[in-house]
């Protein structure tokens, strides 16, 4: 089993993410370099937080064009399992490989603090070793990450159960307060309908190893392993 | 001979320029007199500090560099070398607030990794006017999202830092940026430009015209023309420096390169120039081969130029391709733009001709120095009396309205704009007393923590200076880290009136006998001086950046109660000392009285007590009292434990309540224990000869505060958390 960690310019959670698998999982983990055609025959593809490009125009809107990208959406098309996370999950929007959009956070601010999620779906490939309507206490750390789609995307969001993970207050019910960035339906991680992309803002990799502050991101990437064993 | 208004704009003495004449044998021509008045500026050259900072120590048996490089250097053991410095971004960030932080950001950062070291945390010292103004509303909204904008990009986490708000800063604020790099003792590197014939590498950003002066520009006054200024700022690219800190992290790494310098104040002027000094060299470029921005530049503002993002690299010359190879890699150019030489000589050239030729040395080394003249200033005569003040009639009251002043109130709203977390090192959130990183691969942590009271050195300069070392060290013990290095930042008002040298010599001699004391040594600093707006200066705010180990993470401990039933220790001894407290500021609007003094020693003995009380886990948890005094200090041990568990103390003290309270007598510890250590707490504290007191217990969800028998605090911990955490966000509300 092989993960691969994509590195843009501007990815600046690329180490932690290839930390937390290599040291916390002891998994076989490299790097995949974003002018490469080159995804070294990985398992699992991650793209990883930053300011991708610096992000100066659309998050994730011009990372999309890297070269390695062409084989990123091959390999999901294949059915290739694919995590992106924050900037990431905006690479994946932007790369149409998951729908929606980011908009600025309500309150206008970049937003770096722990967050509640629940778990919507249970029985994913980034999900199986949780339970459904499990909390979890995760970081984030973003501008842009108030997800949008139209009534009609949500609807067919929702219908096809691609919510994985929900924002919440503390004791698991869906608040004002709890949706921090101000999502639609609290939208905080979803997943393509053929269930091997997701894309998540919160960083499980903040949240692996117990002298951070908590442990609960350890459930996606032990769900990824369990998965792919 | 050039016009004496000309020199005049330059910020250059008549007697300066007699100098200069002297020392390159002829009048200077516009080009050169432009380097001469940034890198004789008191930004670059500290004319006026150089005299006084000599009192500093600056040695210790593990300091790798001290004072003079880009950044200090310590060795902290396991082959590795912490790097670390604090710098100012005052007068840019008062212009134009979010670049100018943004650059303070960017500027520091590379002072770190052009060292080769990674950097691992920033931390910032800001200094507003009051809130109730709405141009500091709209500074420290910039300045926030510009330090946020810069160190989230690039992905160094902004781990903490202090704040303090105060009309003198009104609408000059103060930011000070620190950040620390880890590095591998034998991959350090240093300005250096050996060995006639290397090349002479330019790599980042393309230079363009902005910046030009912003040096001279940070040695004067502000006054109505202010905004013509604006364009004296520089602007930010964090992706482009992200881009340049792994590119020359990889180079360094690879050991391609003889030296790196970062071009930061004084651009190509200063970098090109220290870089042949510190070698004994000499240098010569052509600006011709300079990568620019716009078009039709001229030699001086090509030189002059302060654009962000650039590094100048010397390579041997069979490594220049190897070099450019990895540049290219992350999308940069490595470009030759000259050579260095045998002499001493600076020149350079444009359009095939000579347009610069002087000694590196008159540039670098020997701008006069000032002893410049220093008188007490008289408004001590006043501050010194303090009228009698009527005693609370509802402490309570009294306790809310104090916790909610900005500068008491939760820093949460300015955190939470940072990415704190990223590197996932960060082992203490902001908030605590310190903050705390861990060392991959190793037991050990590190804890920094910037601290400088302007209340205390505004009334009593030096002791001023010494509580901002002695302070900055108390919160580390309470983390359980032993200080190993200084870097400091000195924010004064104009240096040419007697009483602000006056302010200066004072503090540095305050800091100067701290760190004695203590036996820790500076590794560098920097002075800004003409913080001053109209002819009003700000308060003497030294900040103290110190850096410290925590030999065991395992071990260390955070400020907040843990549960129910702790008992609750005051380790120091409880004064009647009211003068220069945050309450007499708050409530009373008064900055007046006898600020704290302090004993070193008694110091000294209350940090080492806490040291090993960490060490042999006998803690649950520490927190120093400091501004808002005992009171306070509890408080906040509620609000930072994760169930906001209250308690009940009693005090005996015949002290008055308010000062007993609020008052901020130094060298005093609040920890809570576990009853099976007590014992052999007390006996620690009777064996390093610090009083130690039981003074309550943790538990419920209140928070009472009884004196001699009468109830004078008792309020819900949630009230008082909501109030403290909603303060500063509802002065940014929109109405």
């Given amino acids: 089993m092989k993960f691969g960690v994509v590195i843009f310019p501007g990815s600046n959670c690329d180490y932690d993410t290839f930390n937390v698998l290599r040291d916390v999982f002891h998994m076989e983990t490299v790097f995949l370099w974003h002018k490469d055609h080159d995804i070294k025959d990985v398992d699992c593809i991650i793209l990883p937080g930053g300011f991708s490009y610096g992000d100066y125009l659309r998050s994730g809107a011009i990372a999309r064009f890297s070269p390695l990208m062409q084989e990123v959406k091959e390999f999901a098309l294949k059915g290739g399992l694919v995590l992106g996370i924050c900037n990431g999950f905006q690479v994946l929007l932007e790369l149409g490989l998951l729908p929606g959009a980011m908009l600025r956070n309500k309150n206008l601010k970049f937003l770096c603090q722990h967050v509640h999620i629940r778990i919507e779906e249970e029985k994913t490939p980034f999900t199986n070793t949780g339970k459904k309507e499990q909390v979890l206490r995760i970081p984030i750390a973003h501008f842009d990450g108030n997800y949008y789609d139209s009534e009609e995307g949500m609807e067919t969001l929702i219908k096809n159960n691609q919510v994985v993970f929900r924002y919440t207050a503390s004791n698991g019910l869906i608040s004002d307060e709890g949706n921090v960035n101000g999502s639609k339906e609290s939208v905080a991680g979803i997943i393509n309908t053929a269930g091997n992309v997701m894309g998540m803002m919160p960083h499980p990799e903040r949240a692996s190893e117990a002298i951070l502050g908590s442990e609960d991101g350890k459930i996606i990437f032990q769900s990824l392993i369990n998965w792919l064993a | 001979m050039i016009e004496k208004k000309i020199i005049k704009e330059h910020g250059l003495s008549e007697k300066e320029y007699e100098k200069i004449v002297e020392l390159i044998g002829r009048d200077p021509n516009l080009t050169e007199l432009g380097i001469f008045s940034l890198m004789w500026s008191e930004h670059c050259s500290y004319k006026s500090s150089k005299i006084h900072l000599k009192k500093l120590p600056t040695s210790g048996k593990n300091v790798i560099q001290g004072p003079g490089e880009n950044a200090g250097i310590m060795d902290i053991g396991d082959g590795l070398a912490v790097v670390f410095k604090i710098e100012s971004h005052n007068h840019p960030s008062f212009i134009e607030p979010y670049q100018g932080a943004a650059t303070g950001v960017g500027g520091i950062l590379r002072d770190i990794f052009t060292m080769g070291?990674?950097?691992?945390?920033?931390?910032?010292?800001?200094?507003?006017?009051?809130?109730?103004?709405?141009?500091?509303?709209?500074?420290?909204?910039?300045?926030?999202s510009g330090i946020a904008g810069y160190g989230n990009s690039i992905g160094i986490p902004t781990v903490g830092g202090e704040m303090y708000f105060n009309t003198c800063y009104s609408p000059n604020p103060l930011v000070n940026v620190f950040c620390i790099g880890l590095a591998r003792k034998e991959k350090i590197f240093y300005a250096k430009a050996e060995g006639a014939g290397n090349s002479v590498l330019y790599v980042g950003s393309k230079t363009g015209r902005d910046g030009i002066h912003g040096a001279t520009m940070a040695s004067a006054e502000f006054d109505e023309d202010l905004e013509k200024k604006r364009p004296n700022v520089q602007v930010g690219d964090p992706f482009k420096e992200k881009l340049l800190l792994e590119a020359c992290l990889e180079v360094m790494d690879k050991d391609l390169i003889v030296g790196i310098q970062d071009m930061g104040a004084a651009g190509l002027t200063c970098?090109?120039?220290?870089?042949?000094?510190?070698?004994?060299?000499?240098?010569?470029?052509?600006?011709?081969?300079?990568?620019?921005?716009?078009?039709?530049?001229?030699?001086?503002?090509?030189?002059?130029?302060?654009?962000?993002?650039?590094?100048?690299?010397?390579?041997?010359?069979?490594?220049?391709?190897?070099?450019?190879?990895?540049?290219?890699?992350?999308?940069?150019?490595?470009?030759?733009?000259g050579h260095v030489t045998d002499g001493d000589k600076l020149k350079v050239e444009a359009n095939g001709q000579e347009v610069v030729?002087?000694?590196?040395?008159?540039?670098?080394?020997?701008?006069?120095?000032?002893?410049?003249?220093?008188?007490?200033?008289?408004?001590?005569?006043?501050?010194?009396?303090?009228?009698?003040?009527?005693?609370?009639?509802?402490?309570?009251?009294?306790?809310?309205?104090?916790?909610?002043?900005?500068?008491?109130?939760?820093?949460?709203?300015?955190?939470?704009?940072?990415?704190?977390?990223v590197q996932t090192n960060t082992a203490l959130l902001p908030g605590a007393d310190a903050s705390v990183i861990r060392i991959r691969g190793t037991k050990k942590a590190l804890a920094a923590t910037l601290d400088g009271n302007p209340l205390y050195s505004y009334l009593d300069p030096k002791s001023g200076g010494k509580i901002a070392v002695a302070e900055a060290c108390r919160n580390l013990s309470c983390v359980g880290a032993y200080p190993v290095g200084v870097t400091n930042c000195l924010n004064f008002g104009n240096p040419e009136k007697p009483e602000i040298m006056w302010q200066f010599k004072e503090v540095v001699e305050?800091?100067?006998?701290?760190?004695?004391?203590?036996?820790?040594?500076?590794?560098?600093?920097?002075?800004?001086?003409?913080?001053?707006?109209?002819?009003?200066?700000?308060?003497?705010?030294?900040?103290?950046?110190?850096?410290?180990?925590?030999?065991?993470?395992?071990?260390?401990?955070?400020?907040?109660?843990?549960?129910?039933?702790?008992?609750?220790?005051?380790?120091?001894?409880?004064?009647?000392?009211?003068?220069?407290?945050?309450?007499?500021?708050?409530?009373?609007?008064?900055?007046k009285g006898r600020p704290p003094q302090i004993d070193l020693e008694e110091e000294k003995r209350v940090q080492k007590l806490c040291l090993e009380a960490i060490d042999e886990g006998l803690l649950f948890s520490a927190h120093d009292i400091s501004e808002g005094g005992l009171a306070l200090c509890?408080?906040?041990?509620?609000f930072l434990s994760s169930k906001k568990i209250g308690?009940?103390?009693?005090?005996?003290?015949?002290?008055?309540?308010?000062?007993?309270?609020?008052?901020?007598?130094?060298?005093?510890?609040?920890?809570?224990?576990?009853?099976?250590?007590?014992?052999?707490?007390?006996?620690?504290?009777?064996?390093?000869?610090?009083?130690?007191?039981?003074?309550?217990?943790?538990?419920?969800?209140?928070?009472?505060?009884?004196?001699?028998?009468?109830?004078?605090?008792?309020?819900?911990?949630?009230?008082?958390?909501q109030a403290w955490k909603q303060a500063i966000p509802e002065s940014f509300k929109i109405r």
């Fill in chain 2, 357 to 421: 030729n002087i000694p590196v040395d008159s540039i670098v080394n020997l701008c006069p120095v000032y002893d410049r003249p220093f008188e007490r200033p008289a408004y001590l005569d006043q501050t010194r009396q303090l009228e009698p003040l009527p005693l609370p009639e509802n402490f309570n009251q009294t306790f809310l309205d104090l916790l909610t002043d900005p500068t008491q109130a939760d820093k949460e709203w300015v955190f939470r704009q940072y990415d704190h977390m």
């Fill in chain 2, 647 to 721: 308690c009940a103390v009693h005090l005996h003290d015949n002290i008055r309540a308010d000062s007993l309270l609020f008052g901020e007598t130094q060298s005093r510890i609040l920890v809570t224990a576990p009853s099976h250590h007590f014992s052999r707490l007390l006996d620690l504290a009777k064996e390093r000869g610090v009083f130690i007191k039981k003074i309550g217990e943790t538990g419920g969800q209140r928070i009472e505060i009884n004196h001699q028998n009468k109830t004078l605090i008792d309020l819900d911990v949630q009230t008082a958390f």
């Fill in chain 2, 510 to 591: 305050g800091i100067s006998e701290a760190c004695r004391t203590f036996n820790i040594p500076i590794t560098g600093g920097n002075v800004s001086f003409y913080n001053e707006t109209d002819g009003e200066p700000i308060h003497p705010t030294p900040v103290l950046g110190i850096v410290g180990i925590i030999p065991d993470l395992d071990k260390s401990i955070g400020p907040g109660f843990l549960d129910n039933g702790e008992a609750i220790f005051l380790l120091g001894e409880n004064r009647d000392e009211i003068g220069g407290t945050a309450y007499l500021k708050s409530l009373f609007q008064s900055e």
């Fill in chain 2, 117 to 144: 070291a990674r950097p691992i945390a920033l931390m910032d010292s800001l200094r507003f006017g009051p809130l109730s103004l709405p141009l500091n509303k709209s500074i420290m909204e910039g300045v926030v």
């Fill in chain 2, 271 to 337: 970098s090109t120039s220290e870089m042949a000094s510190n070698s004994g060299s000499g240098i010569t470029i052509n600006l011709d081969l300079v990568p620019q921005r716009e078009e039709g530049m001229t030699p001086y503002e090509i030189l002059l130029s302060e654009s962000q993002e650039r590094m100048l690299i010397v390579a041997k010359r069979d490594k220049v391709q190897a070099v450019q190879e990895i540049f290219e890699k992350w999308d940069l150019e490595a470009i030759h733009i």
């Fill in chain 2, 634 to 638: 509890l408080f906040e041990k509620a």
